[in-house]
């Protein structure tokens, strides 16, 4: 039988690809599916990630800032210790020079902190409760249900802090249907007005700080590192160990810290779609669309393309990336992030909770843009205003001496407790004290040996005691007089309206114990009513007893024999009381004339 030569290449290229497969590919088929590999390298969990909530996701960017706030009272200890006139005296100039400008920049972040305290002291706060004197209970029908929301009062908007203290990230809701509440009255007397939701615009969240969003967007780099580097193996196949040997190295990076790693990602990433100009398909663009991260990424990219540099800049690889992965703009993909934490915040709101929610009455993104809000402790901007603190310049010969001083420091620092600033700047400074160490340990410092104190000469006579004048009788008395004899100056102007907020308060308080006294009332009223109603239903469609029709026993109870004693009738159906009574009550002879 005669068999057709065989291709002398096709053992070569089988032997090629199969060198060129990975140690996780090898078990795999040659007709190997898009879950087949992701499931065998690990990418499965990636693309499966849920979206989180809002607490959930900068949980651990919060921490890093409170971190850096943490390091910087490290810093200002550190620099107010070595402010003492014994350490300035052993410094260089430049040392000197920079540990002055870095305590003014303290020093004016301090000052800042203080004005701000005392400008916004005695304005309005919500304590997020139920019961908040700067709220409104406003009924709103949310679905099938009736749920009560509390909604902030513009004028306390107006007259409150920054965003009146909800923290940032606090879901908000714009209340449209305010006007139609009746003002100045009680609220157990008022009529009761029902709203729905179309009654509420959501509009956004508190503000965060820049580097807060920062630090987030920093912690979904790996994610999108996996994320893209998983579909461009799946495109490449077994060959994708020979084509991108450096993207193992990028999958064992722990923390991706810049993204300038996203540049060799676009450049496989371009190379790939001009080989193969169909690629990606639209499921694989559906995919990337639908993943939490991705858009949350392009609103970060977005928002702080905005605040930084504005619109019509360059873009960078990570956005060629999200824009070549998912074939649409960064604003549009900012748009269905938007969308999705817009329907977060109506699901929170269809809860009735008052937790992570902050529904106002005005305006609120552009009230709080004005310059009285500039100085709010409230404000991120405030807080996170510390100066970046200079460091010296250390000489080459004495960086080993510096590196062991600032290690030793540096553990005293990450021990020491976390103290107020306010409390740090109300100190003094320590007086010049005789240390048996000195700051810095070159040979010539250490050569300097402290003076010798003089030796005390003994005094020649004892010093005479000053004589104590006797106290008389009427001592503490005459003091007493002297302390009362001119009134206290009159307090200042924000006491009268700490004392008038505290009457409005104590006034708001009785007004909610009373309608829960009517509340409670009314229930209890209601609840009897339906009682008696549902009794009297039930017997006038029962049957009996005996050969009775139907409502008989309804009938007999609604003629109420016997309540007023034995035959007798009620009092409404006696004739009036006179004072001289007629001698006939009634005339029973008298008729109609028939004209």
């Given at each position: 039988m005669f068999y057709p030569p065989r291709p002398s290449n096709l053992n070569s290229v089988t032997q090629t690809e199969g060198s060129a497969k990975c140690q996780k590919c090898q078990h795999l088929p040659l007709n190997k599916s898009c879950k087949e590999f992701k499931d065998a390298h690990g990418f499965t969990s990636d693309w499966q990630s849920q979206e989180e909530s809002d607490k959930e996701r900068y949980r651990i960017p919060e921490n890093m800032n409170l971190d850096h706030y943490r390091g910087f009272i490290g810093a200002v200890r550190h620099i107010y210790m070595r402010a003492s006139p014994a350490y300035l005296s052993v410094m260089s100039p430049h040392e000197r020079c920079v540990l002055l400008r870095n305590r003014g920049d303290i020093e004016e972040y301090a000052r800042l902190l203080e004005m701000s305290r005392h400008l916004q002291r005695g304005q309005f706060l919500d304590d997020k409760t139920e019961s908040s004197y700067v709220t409104e209970r406003v009924q709103t029908w949310v679905g099938p249900d009736l749920k009560g929301l509390q909604v902030c009062g513009a004028a306390?908007?107006?007259?409150?802090?920054?965003?009146?203290?909800?923290?940032?990230?606090?879901?908000?809701?714009?209340?449209?249907?305010?006007?139609?509440?009746?003002?100045?009255?009680?609220?157990?007397?008022?009529?009761?007005?029902?709203?729905?939701?179309?009654?509420?615009?959501?509009?956004?969240?508190?503000?965060?700080?820049?580097?807060?969003?920062?630090?987030?967007?920093?912690?979904?780099?790996?994610?999108?590192?996996?994320?893209?580097?998983?579909?461009?193996?799946?495109?490449?196949?077994?060959?994708?160990?020979?084509?991108?040997?450096?993207?193992?190295?990028?999958?064992?990076?722990?923390?991706?810290?810049?993204?300038?790693?996203?540049?060799?990602?676009?450049?496989?990433?371009?190379?790939?779609?001009?080989?193969?100009p169909k690629w990606p398909d639209a499921k694989t663009q559906d995919d990337f669309i639908s993943h939490p991260k991705i858009l949350e990424t392009?609103?970060?990219?977005?928002?702080?393309?905005?605040?930084?540099?504005?619109?019509?800049?360059?873009?960078?690889?990570?956005?060629?990336?999200?824009?070549?992965?998912?074939?649409?703009?960064?604003?549009?993909?900012?748009?269905?992030?938007?969308?999705?934490?817009?329907?977060?915040?109506?699901?929170?709101?269809?809860?009735?909770?008052?937790?992570?929610?902050?529904?106002?009455?005005?305006?609120?993104?552009?009230?709080?843009?004005?310059?009285?809000?500039?100085?709010?402790?409230?404000?991120?901007?405030?807080?996170?205003?510390?100066?970046?603190?200079?460091?010296?310049?250390?000489?080459?010969?004495?960086?080993?001496?510096?590196?062991?001083?600032?290690?030793?420091?540096?553990?005293?620092?990450?021990?020491?407790?976390?103290?107020?600033?306010?409390?740090?700047?109300?100190?003094?400074?320590?007086?010049?004290?005789?240390?048996?160490?000195?700051?810095?340990?070159?040979?010539?410092?250490?050569?300097?040996?402290?003076?010798?104190?003089?030796?005390?000469?003994p005094a020649a006579t004892t010093p005479r005691r000053k004589h104590v004048q006797a106290k008389s009788e009427n001592f503490y008395r005459i003091r007493t007089l002297r302390q009362n004899m001119f009134s206290p100056a009159p307090p200042p102007l924000r006491m009268a309206r700490l004392r008038y907020l505290r009457h409005w308060t104590i006034h708001r308080a009785w007004q909610l114990f009373r309608r829960q006294q009517h509340l409670a009332t009314e229930q209890e009223r209601h609840r009897i009513y339906s009682g008696m109603y549902n009794a009297c239903e039930e017997l006038r469609k029962t049957v009996g007893p005996g050969n009775r029709d139907e409502g008989y026993l309804y009938r007999v109870a609604m003629e109420k024999k016997g309540v007023w004693g034995t035959d007798a009738i009620p009092i409404e159906y006696a004739r009036y009381q006179t004072d001289f009574p007629a001698k006939n009550a009634w005339n029973h002879d008298w008729k109609r004339h028939s004209d």
């Open positions: 306390f908007v107006r007259g409150g802090r920054w965003y009146l203290g909800h923290v940032p990230g606090t879901y908000i809701f714009k209340f449209r249907g305010y006007q139609r509440i009746r003002r100045g009255m009680d609220a157990c007397l008022s009529p009761v007005v029902i709203f729905t939701e179309d009654d509420f615009e959501y509009m956004g969240q508190v503000p965060r700080h820049e580097r807060v969003h920062t630090l987030r967007l920093r912690q979904l780099f790996g994610s999108l590192l996996r994320l893209f580097i998983s579909e461009l193996q799946v495109h490449a196949g077994f060959r994708h160990g020979s084509k991108y040997p450096d993207h193992e190295e990028l999958l064992s990076c722990e923390n991706v810290e810049s993204a300038l790693v996203f540049k060799n990602i676009w450049d496989c990433w371009r190379s790939a779609h001009l080989e193969d392009a609103w970060l990219l977005d928002w702080l393309a905005h605040l930084r540099s504005g619109k019509d800049q360059p873009q960078q690889p990570l956005e060629m990336l999200l824009v070549g992965a998912t074939n649409k703009e960064i604003p549009k993909l900012a748009e269905l992030w938007h969308e999705r934490q817009k329907a977060t915040a109506l699901r929170m709101l269809a809860s009735g909770k008052r937790e992570g929610l902050f529904i106002y009455e005005v305006d609120i993104h552009h009230f709080y843009n004005q310059a009285p809000f500039d100085s709010d402790i409230w404000n991120p901007a405030v807080f996170n205003s510390f100066p970046d603190l200079e460091r010296p310049l250390v000489p080459a010969a004495e960086r080993k001496a510096a590196l062991t001083e600032n290690r030793s420091s540096d553990r005293f620092v990450t021990m020491a407790s976390i103290f107020s600033l306010r409390g740090l700047f109300s100190r003094q400074t320590a007086p010049a004290t005789p240390t048996t160490r000195l700051f810095s340990t070159t040979a010539n410092m250490l050569a300097r040996t402290p003076p010798k104190p003089a030796a005390k000469k």
